[in-house]
């Protein structure tokens, strides 16, 4: 059983920051990639930022250079710097990770994580 827990959503005043983590735990043989998306009421869940297990982040257009994404391998977490926090990214931020459970290929598969609400607002 593997589980991804997220942490560190609030609420915050434009301007703000917040730093999200999330960790994943259980039968955990490997991670890949790993990443955070979001999604906002009324909206498709959107991709934010992904990183890879060498620490290379992509990031979406809109929160370029006021994000940072980064893991620790050795804690199997991903964390996701939130800074020059607008409105427009209130959202439930969810954590996702590529995950295998075994040496077996076909044990890898996405897990998600059950979201934390990130609100900005004055």
């Known amino acids: 059983q593997v589980q991804l827990v997220e942490s560190g959503g609030g609420m915050v005043q434009p301007g703000g920051s917040l730093r999200l983590s999330c960790a994943a735990s259980g039968s955990i043989f490997s991670i890949n990639d790993m990443g955070w998306y979001r999604q906002a009421p009324g909206k498709q869940r959107e991709l934010v930022a992904t990183i890879n297990r060498s620490g290379w982040g992509n990031y979406v257009d809109s929160v370029k250079g006021r994000f940072t994404i980064s893991r620790d391998n050795a804690k199997n977490t991903v964390y996701l710097r939130m800074n020059s926090l607008k409105p427009e990214d209130t959202a439930v931020y969810y954590c996702?990770?590529?995950?295998?459970?075994?040496?077996?290929?076909?044990?890898?598969?996405?897990?998600w994580g059950q979201g934390t609400q990130v609100t900005v607002s004055s």
């Open positions: 996702n990770a590529d995950l295998c459970t075994s040496w077996i290929r076909n044990s890898c598969k996405d897990y």
